[in-house]
Each structure stands twice: as C-alpha cells, then as structure tokens.
C-alpha cells in the first residue's frame, strides 16, 4: 500500500517518491522524494517546508497502517539536500 502511495504522489507530478525502507517491528518507514513541488517556491530556508506532504504520509500511514503517526522531514531541498526525506513512525 506505501508503494502504491509513492506511485500516486509521482503520478501526480508533486514530486518522485520512492520508499526508501521499512520496518514492520518499530512500525517505521521512510521516504524520499526526489523534486518535490513544495520546495519549487522557497528559497533557501533554515528548516523543513513541505508540511502539505508530511500531511499527506502522515494520513496514509494513519489508513494504511491502523492507528496515530507522526512524519518528521529529516531532509529538505529548501535547506540544501539533495532530496526530501520523511520518517514516518507510529506514535506511542
């Protein structure tokens, strides 16, 4: 289901994500996005700006998975990464 996630959210043209892992036992994923379209507006900025797609993952993996999530951008284009990075981790 993550994956078909990924592939919707390229599809759409917001941006190329791939699931980069995923551990069933910590319940913990992460995700990069190579040219995602929130950061195509910014410039170079001190923190994370793609709220609109910690959202979204955070929703999905809400669905997908059962229960409360919480998504951490722990990369961000708009602070000089190459790509954006999520980690997506249930809530205890």
Sequence with gaps: ???????IYSAYGWGKMEVKSF??????VRVIIEDNFEVEGY??????????????LC?????????DFEVK??????QGDSVCE???KRKK
């Excluded at 289901?1 to 592939?7: D, E, G, N, V």
Aim: aromatic share 8%; net charge negative.
């Design 23 to 28: 551990d069933p036992i910590l319940d913990e």
């Design 86 to 88: 999520f980690l997506i």
């Design 43 to 56: 410039g170079r900025c001190s923190e994370p700006v793609c709220h609109f797609t910690r959202g979204v």
């Design 1 to 7: 289901m993550i994956r078909a996630l990924a592939w």
């Design 59 to 67: 929703g999905a993996a809400s669905v997908i998975f059962g229960g």
């Design 73 to 78: 951008e722990v990369a961000c284009k708009a």
